[in-house]
């Protein structure tokens, strides 16, 4: 399985982004976004579960960030609206072939983008 993220980039406050993460190989029956500040913890932000196409976001971002499926392009997209300095970020992809409903711990996701930066200046 290999994830390939794209879409960040540098955007002021207020601003808007969309990540994209193409997948290749076996079906990944839960894909989603977390991200990571330089000295943290990995942490969760947003999952989709194909199984009934349920979905769960960290309540940091819940009403600013959207994630969609396309299961024909096996990707994953966020929308972020609405981004803050604090959104700053190296956001990462993560796959998994089980159904993960609600499961937000990074070492449940056993396949990883290489993650793409997000900067959002005040």
């Known amino acids: 399985v290999q994830l390939v993220e794209s879409g960040g980039g540098l955007v002021q406050a207020g601003g808007s982004l969309r990540l994209s993460c193409a997948a290749s190989?076996?079906?990944?029956?839960?894909m989603g976004w977390f991200r990571q500040t330089p000295g943290e913890e990995r942490e969760f932000v947003a999952i989709h579960v194909w199984s009934g196409g349920a979905t769960y976001y960290a309540d940091s971002v819940k009403g600013r960030f959207t994630i969609y499926r396309n299961d024909t392009e096996s990707t994953v997209s966020l929308q972020m609206t609405d981004l803050r300095p604090e959104d700053t970020a190296v956001y990462y992809c993560?796959?998994?072939?089980?159904?993960?409903?609600?499961?937000?711990?990074?070492?449940?996701?056993?396949?990883w983008g290489r993650g793409t930066q997000v900067t959002v200046s005040s």
């Open positions: 993560a796959g998994d072939l089980g159904s993960h409903f609600g499961v937000v711990v990074p070492a449940a996701y056993h396949y």
């Open positions: 190989g076996p079906k990944l029956y839960t």
